[in-house]
């Protein structure tokens, strides 16, 4: 069964850079038809995609993040990684890896931006 | 950018009601249109896709319709379990937009 697992460090000083981990685990065999994307939800609000990325294609991020984000997927080690710049308290938050849909058939993979598998999230403050 | 809203932002409705929430684009997103349920403290889970796929292990009490701009997320049969809050999010081409969410709770 496919798990996702955050990781990182719960506490960032404001204007450093964020950096997370998601390791993907349980189906590895068939993770690089998939995409992968990082989402986030601050305290008591709602939830907030931060972009997506596959090993092979494009990688699409928030217009409102886009200038201080960076996703990677490394398929040698299953990991999918979040690097946010300059973060402010703005930027505390539950972080939130998931995998994307996909339809695999014998012939073609056709990949949909819903989130079909989530991790369980990792929460992280922004303050010095 | 395509803006997604939800009404109502909460409800209230007792157990074996019918809820329905509708989610709106600013654009037509075909049917590239999930919704979400978040129960309190909880991760999100996927419900639905492609606007009226039930995904699977979602009870059959959940269901969604639309296409273009205007959807529908209806549980037809409340249950304590319900309690949550749900989100639509359109996934027809980036930004891949969630809706501010809508809060269910029981009367």
């Known amino acids: 069964q496919l798990q996702l697992q955050e990781s990182g460090p719960g506490l960032v000083k404001p204007s450093e850079t964020l950096s997370l981990s998601c390791i993907v685990s349980g189906d590895s065999k068939n993770s690089s038809y998939y995409d992968w994307g990082w989402i986030r939800q601050s305290p008591g609000k709602g939830l907030e995609w931060i972009g997506s990325?596959?090993?092979?294609?494009?990688?699409f991020y928030n217009p409102s993040l886009k200038s201080r984000v960076s996703i990677s997927k490394d398929a040698s080690t299953s990991q999918v990684s979040l690097r946010l710049s300059s973060v402010t308290a703005a930027d505390t938050a539950v972080y939130y890896c998931a995998r994307h849909g996909a339809r695999v058939t014998t012939i073609a993979v056709v990949r949909f931006y819903y989130m079909d598998v989530w991790g369980k999230g990792t929460a992280v403050t922004v303050s010095s | 950018d395509i803006q997604m809203t939800q009404s109502p932002s909460s409800l209230s409705a007792s157990v074996g009601d019918r809820v329905t929430i509708t989610c709106r684009a600013s654009?037509?997103?075909?049917?590239?249109l999930a919704w979400y349920q978040q129960r309190p403290g909880r991760v999100p889970q996927l419900l639905i896709y492609a606007a009226s796929t039930l995904q699977s292990g979602v009870p059959s009490r959940f269901s969604g319709s639309g296409s273009g701009t205007d959807f529908t997320l209806t549980i037809t049969s409340l249950q304590p379990e319900d309690v949550a809050t749900y989100y639509c999010q359109k996934y027809n081409r980036a930004p891949f937009t969630f809706g501010p969410g809508t809060k269910v709770v029981i009367k």
């Open positions: 654009q037509g997103i075909s049917n590239s």
């Open positions: 990325t596959s090993y092979s294609g494009p990688t």
